[in-house]
């Protein structure tokens, strides 16, 4: 099979509410797992940071960008950013 450049693929919204009932379950357990990843992923991410500063590896204004290519662990220091805040929403026009 021909692999597609990312360029020649056409997206398609499915409507997972019309899909039967078992790849319903199967798509909300990947979802599920998905976001117990990105929680883990989060808790790793902070406990990893919070030793590096205490080990004095990094300042309290540096912080870690990790990398997980490959099934391997990527560090890079980067000046540490403060979340940033949510975007007031804009004012709307409707009729």
Known sequence: MKRANKTDLVWLSVDVEALPADIQRKFAAHRKAADEAQNTRRAFEAAFIAAARKGKKVGASESFAFGYRFGKLAIAVV?????AASKAAKAGFSL
């Open 79 to 83: 000046e540490d950013k403060p979340e």
